[in-house]
Nanobody, 123 residues
Framework: RVSVVESGGGSVQPGGFMFLSCQMY????????MAWFRQSPGQERRGVAA???????KYAESAKDRFTISKDDAKRVLYLQMHKLTPEDTGIYYC?????????????????WGQGTQVTVSS
């Protein structure tokens, strides 16, 4: 069975940088679509960025020009580079994956989910 595990969370000051990774286990096909979601305190989980099987990407408006999503299909790893972080970026970041080729920030369309990693942006 496919599973995904996030790593790389922690605390950072506003304006800082953070790098998240997500390792996939149990893959049964060559490529997957993958995405990052965030659940901030008191809010619903929302999409941050997604990457399709062939590498096309989609970002939430708040992530454009600051975040970069990428994946390494050979290593089965998803990445998220986050620059110029603000307190509004604080939350639990979840990695997700799906067997289908999709680039969507709608969480109900994703099949596999990690447990999440906490990112805190605070001075």
């Amino acid at each position: 069975r496919v599973s995904v595990v996030e790593s790389g969370g922690g605390s950072v000051q506003p304006g800082g940088f953070m790098f998240l990774s997500c390792q996939m286990y149990g893959a049964t096909q060559d490529m997957y679509s993958m995405a990052w979601f965030r659940q901030s305190p008191g809010q619903e989980r929302r999409g941050v960025a997604a990457v399709g099987q062939r590498g096309d990407t989609k970002y939430a408006e708040s992530a454009k020009d600051r975040f970069t999503i990428s994946k390494d299909d050979a290593k089965r790893v998803l990445y998220l580079q986050m620059h110029k972080l603000t307190p509004e970026d604080t939350g639990i970041y979840y990695c997700s994956a799906d067997d289908d080729d999709q680039v969507t920030l709608v969480d109900r369309l994703w099949t596999y989910w990690g447990q999440g990693t906490q990112v805190t942006v605070s001075s």
